[in-house]
């Protein structure tokens, strides 16, 4: 894995597309606000993945990725008009055990406007913060060191299973 920074407006579709030479995927991931960078790595995008916590100020962060994604859409949609960019909500930071009243909400107000979510969510966990912390994979944390790192593990392999699955029924 490579970590590129300092990449900017103006690079980042040549980063992106050199790093696409290199490797099947090229996950970007950047800072949740309507931008330039944003929007230019949006038209790179063959599938988004917008994170949000279960809270009301995230769904509305996340529905500026909506409008940049459906601005995008349109503006390809005069060339190809059948042209959907694939995207998906991914709610993050979330209680293994429970459900609060504000995900569930947000997940239904999500349903009632047709906006794709993953049924996976990642959980809360230690072993996500850790890995910033001790700048380590999961794989790499201490189990001595970091609680449930197994549970964390599994929930990032969810996650990827249902993101490539996501992937490969668009690409059929």
């Not at 995900?103 to 406007?113: D, G, L, N, V, Y």
Request: glycine share 2%; proline share 3%; net charge negative.
């Amino acid at each position: 894995m490579t970590i590129i920074s300092d990449v900017t407006d103006k690079t980042i579709g040549e980063t992106i597309e050199a790093a696409a030479t290199k490797t099947p995927f090229v996950i970007v991931d950047l800072e949740g606000t309507a931008s330039t960078i944003v929007a230019y790595a949006i038209a790179e995008s063959d599938f988004i993945v917008v994170p949000t916590q279960g809270s009301q100020l995230d769904a509305e962060q996340a529905s500026r990725a909506f409008a940049l994604i459906r601005a995008h859409e349109r503006g390809i949609q005069k060339h190809k008009p059948d042209y959907k960019l694939p995207y998906a909500v991914l709610f993050t930071r979330t209680s293994a055990a429970i459900q609060s009243r504000d995900t569930r909400h947000i997940r239904k107000s999500f349903e009632a406007e047709d906006i794709p979510f993953f049924e996976t969510e990642l959980n809360e966990r230690a072993a996500f913060k850790a890995m910033f912390s001790y700048r380590q994979t999961l794989e790499s944390l201490s189990h001595n060191d970091v609680s449930n790192v197994d549970k964390a593990i599994n929930n990032a392999e969810s996650f990827t299973r249902e993101l490539i699955a996501k992937i490969n029924t668009h690409n059929q």
